[in-house]
């Protein structure tokens, strides 16, 4: 069957400071991967979306990136973290085909930034 | 462009009696809808989708949506809450040719005793 797995689960980070959050599937071949943020009482922004290794598509002008340096790893980075960055992160994947599938999600990171 | 709509951001039932939470999209042309719990410091589980097979969608937890092209909703109801209900809900489109899930913001979901 297939997992995902996404930590850390919970980061407190000075503002200025570097992150990274990591996200890895397991059980299936060529994810379609993606990282959404939210916001306390918002709902689901979605941030970066990646259809194979080295592809990745971004929704957000931001200060974050987003790498995908294998076909089950999606990783979220920042050089310098800003306080408007602080909500809970969760990684997704869906299968390759688009339009039907459904989401699979992590347990999320919640990242407080201060 | 698709989008979905969630009517109300909050919603209080009484544990045993229904529930009901709306959700309306829009969609140039057949659109694939979901609908995801999420329980606090959690990530989303689904619990139903229509993809233009039936249109009374059943799901896990007793939950069941039905798909109405003529009003463009994709309402949720369960005919009797439960304590374990109490979560946030999330109406969800796919963005027709393309891999963008398009969530709604959410209805938090509160089940009195």
């Known amino acids: 069957s297939q997992t995902i797995h996404q930590w850390p689960a919970t980061l407190v980070q000075p503002v200025g400071s570097p992150l990274s959050l990591e996200c890895t599937v397991e059980g299936t071949s060529n994810p379609n991967l993606y990282w959404y943020r939210q916001a306390a009482g918002r709902g689901l922004q979605l941030l970066f979306y990646s259809v194979g290794i080295g592809q990745i598509s971004s929704e957000v002008p931001q200060n974050l990136s987003a790498s995908r340096p294998q076909d089950r790893q999606f990783i979220l980075s920042s050089k310098k973290l800003l306080l408007s960055d602080s909500g809970f992160y969760l990684c997704?994947?869906?299968?390759?085909?688009?339009?039907?599938?459904?989401?699979?999600f992590g347990e999320g990171s919640r990242l407080t930034v201060l | 462009a698709q989008s979905v709509t969630q009517l109300d951001s909050h919603v209080s039932v009484s544990e045993g009696t229904p529930v009901l939470l709306r959700c309306n999209y829009s969609s140039s042309y057949s659109p694939s809808l979901f609908w995801y719990v999420q329980h606090p410091n959690k990530g989303l589980q689904l619990l139903l989708k229509?993809?233009?097979?039936?249109?009374l969608v059943k799901g896990i937890n007793g939950f069941e949506a039905e798909f109405k092209k003529s009003e463009t909703s994709f309402h949720l109801t369960k005919p009797s809450a439960h304590m374990s209900d109490a979560a946030e809900y999330f109406c969800?489109?796919?963005?027709?040719?393309?891999?963008?899930?398009?969530f709604g913001t959410g209805t938090r979901l509160k089940v009195l005793a």
């Open positions: 969800v489109v796919i963005r027709g040719g393309t891999y963008k899930y398009i």
């Open positions: 229509y993809t233009s097979a039936a249109t």
């Open positions: 997704a994947w869906s299968g390759d085909s688009p339009n039907t599938g459904e989401l699979f």
